[in-house]
């Protein structure tokens, strides 16, 4: 499966921004999929994931209540919600995916990337 992630962007502290992830290839619906992120000189780390139906999602404690991580199976696209944004926040977002019903919460859990899109939070 190819993945395309965009909607990254600069935005000031508190505001919001959309991140979608355009999968096409295979059959989306069969993918768990998550978000991940990596900051200049910090490892990738996990934000959100969610199972194939959508039914259930998971959130890293740093983005509780502030992130939402959604699908559309019909436009083989995931989504995070980002709101209250926040400059620790900045950070190169990645999408992934995995063909399997178990959601993981780890980088090595994922078989594809999308390449990064870059979220800019200033203060």
């Known amino acids: 499966v190819q993945l395309q992630a965009s909607g990254g962007g600069l935005v000031q502290a508190g505001g919001s921004l959309r991140l979608s992830c355009a999968a096409s290839g295979r059959t989306f619906s069969n993918y768990v999929m998550g978000w991940f992120r990596q900051a200049p000189g910090r490892e990738r780390e996990f934000v959100a994931a969610i199972s194939r139906t959508g039914g259930s999602t998971y959130y890293a404690d740093s983005v509780k209540g502030r992130f939402t991580i959604s699908r559309d199976n019909a436009k083989n696209t995931v989504y995070l919600q980002m709101n209250s944004l926040k400059p620790e926040d900045t950070a190169a977002y990645y999408c992934?995916?995995?063909?399997?019903?178990?959601?993981?919460?780890?980088?090595?859990?994922?078989?594809?990337w999308g390449q990064g899109t870059l979220v800019t939070v200033s203060s």
């Open positions: 992934a995916a995995r063909n399997d019903i178990v959601v993981f919460t780890t980088t090595t859990g994922y078989e594809y």
